[in-house]
């Protein structure tokens, strides 16, 4: 057995997750340069292989947090992570990387997988990752929606919406609605040299879709590919333009392209279930598809109740709220780098 620790993404990684039916989109090699040029948290990419020639790989980050210690997570910011490959080679890395962690002094260990992995702890199951089967036909596909879906697309259409696709020319105003919305959610918004990284490094693989009222940018949505799924992770639209139904039509080009790419599932992304965002991806005939959270303290303890925090994030989301924009545009990405779901 043989164990590795990756300085960079290397070819093996690659084709380990080519190779892998069970590889997601935070498998992919370019989340390594992205997150550690973005917010500087240092990799645990590693890689194990055994006699019989099988590999797997496991992504993760150390996030070093002011007052609140080090996390080590597989993966920060991604709807996914954990091992890929062959499940005892996956159990191996785990192990590895608990030890790793443990080393270093971090406090815990967190981990998002599609499977159930044997951590000793039990998962959290409240968040579902939200996918679409997609027909190669885009007429079949507009068959299958929901006739409230249709009318709210053409609603959107006669109130003269557009939208435009692109790359990282359109990032620009992408973002300046995306810091908006993220302001009125109570929410701090992602570095833009991030999403900047995340456009350079995956090339014509990641996209950019804009929905405009006239010339005016009134949302958008960053889609990137990975093997046979198309996934957003980020889009927004202004909440004052939401009776003209511009996420409907954005949602809907970006299905479109799917089909049209070949593409077989089209991921909306996580959501707490009966959640506002739950419902909208449901609308669409979007089926759930588990996603286990993990949290491992990296040093027995006392069993005590856990304080209910809700309040007090409440509290600060109100507050982010009230922020000037300008501000919340300045501090909310050297927050965002330590806020890892």
Same mark, same amino acid.
């Given at each position: 057995?043989?164990?590795?620790?990756? &300085?960079?993404?290397? =070819?093996?990684?690659?084709?380990?997750?080519?190779?892998?039916?069970?590889?997601?989109?935070?498998?992919?090699?370019?989340?390594?340069?992205?997150?550690?040029?973005?917010?500087?948290?240092?990799?645990?990419?590693?890689?194990?292989?055994?006699? /019989?020639?099988? +590999?797997?790989?496991?992504?993760?980050?150390?996030?070093? *947090? &002011?007052?609140?210690?080090?996390?080590?997570?597989?993966?920060?910011?991604?709807?996914?992570?954990?091992?890929?490959?062959?499940?005892?080679?996956?159990?191996?890395?785990?192990?590895?990387?608990?030890?790793?962690?443990?080393?270093?002094?971090?406090?815990?260990?967190?981990? =998002?997988?599609?499977?159930?992995?044997?951590?000793?702890?039990?998962?959290?199951?409240?968040?579902?990752?939200?996918?679409?089967?997609?027909?190669?036909? %885009?007429?079949?596909?507009? =068959?299958?929606?929901?006739?409230?879906?249709?009318? /709210?697309?053409?609603?959107?259409?006669?109130?003269?919406?557009? $939208?435009?696709?692109?790359?990282?020319?359109?990032? +620009?105003?992408?973002?300046?609605?995306?810091?908006?919305?993220?302001?009125?959610?109570?929410? &701090?918004?992602?570095?833009?040299?991030?999403?900047?990284?995340?456009?350079?490094?995956?090339?014509?693989?990641? *996209?950019?879709?804009? $929905?405009? /009222?006239?010339? *005016?940018?009134?949302?958008?949505?960053?889609?990137?590919?990975?093997?046979?799924?198309?996934?957003?992770?980020?889009?927004?639209?202004?909440?004052?333009?939401?009776?003209?139904?511009?996420?409907?039509?954005?949602?809907?080009?970006?299905?479109?392209?799917?089909?049209?790419?070949?593409?077989?599932?089209?991921?909306?992304?996580?959501?707490?279930?009966?959640?506002?965002?739950?419902?909208?991806?449901?609308?669409?005939?979007?089926?759930?598809? %588990?996603?286990?959270?993990?949290? $491992? &303290?990296?040093?027995? +303890? %006392?069993?005590?109740?856990?304080?209910?925090? *809700?309040?007090?994030?409440?509290?600060? +989301?109100?507050?982010?709220?009230?922020?000037?924009?300008?501000?919340?545009?300045?501090?909310?990405?050297?927050?965002?780098?330590?806020?890892?779901?």
């Amino acid at each position: 057995m043989m164990i590795r620790s990756l &300085p960079d993404s290397g =070819r093996t990684w690659r084709r380990v997750v080519d190779a892998s039916p069970g590889a997601a989109l935070p498998h992919a090699p370019e989340w390594l340069p992205i997150i550690q040029g973005a917010y500087g948290h240092d990799p645990f990419y590693l890689s194990a292989e055994d006699g /019989q020639g099988r +590999s797997a790989v496991l992504p993760a980050f150390v996030v070093r *947090r &002011p007052f609140l210690g080090a996390v080590v997570t597989s993966m920060p910011f991604l709807d996914g992570g954990g091992p890929c490959g062959p499940a005892s080679l996956g159990r191996i890395l785990i192990e590895h990387l608990i030890a790793e962690a443990r080393g270093i002094g971090a406090k815990s260990i967190e981990f =998002r997988s599609t499977e159930r992995l044997d951590l000793g702890v039990p998962p959290f199951e409240h968040k579902v990752n939200m996918t679409l089967a997609i027909p190669g036909d %885009p007429d079949c596909l507009w =068959r299958g929606l929901d006739k409230d879906v249709r009318y /709210q697309i053409r609603k959107a259409e006669r109130a003269g919406l557009t $939208v435009d696709a692109g790359g990282a020319e359109l990032l +620009s105003p992408f973002y300046d609605v995306f810091t908006v919305r993220m302001r009125e959610l109570g929410s &701090p918004v992602h570095a833009r040299r991030f999403l900047a990284s995340v456009l350079e490094h995956f090339g014509t693989r990641a *996209r950019v879709l804009l $929905v405009r /009222q006239g010339l *005016r940018v009134i949302g958008g949505l960053i889609a990137i590919a990975f093997k046979d799924r198309l996934t957003v992770p980020w889009a927004s639209c202004l909440k004052e333009c939401f009776s003209l139904c511009p996420n409907m039509l954005l949602y809907w080009a970006a299905l479109r392209q799917a089909s049209v790419g070949g593409f077989r599932r089209f991921e909306f992304g996580r959501s707490t279930r009966n959640s506002g965002t739950h419902r909208f991806k449901q609308q669409w005939g979007a089926e759930e598809e %588990p996603l286990f959270c993990y949290s $491992v &303290p990296a040093a027995p +303890s %006392p069993v005590r109740v856990q304080p209910d925090r *809700r309040a007090s994030i409440s509290f600060l +989301s109100r507050t982010w709220q009230h922020l000037p924009l300008s501000l919340t545009r300045q501090v909310g990405p050297r927050l965002r780098g330590y806020l890892i779901q």
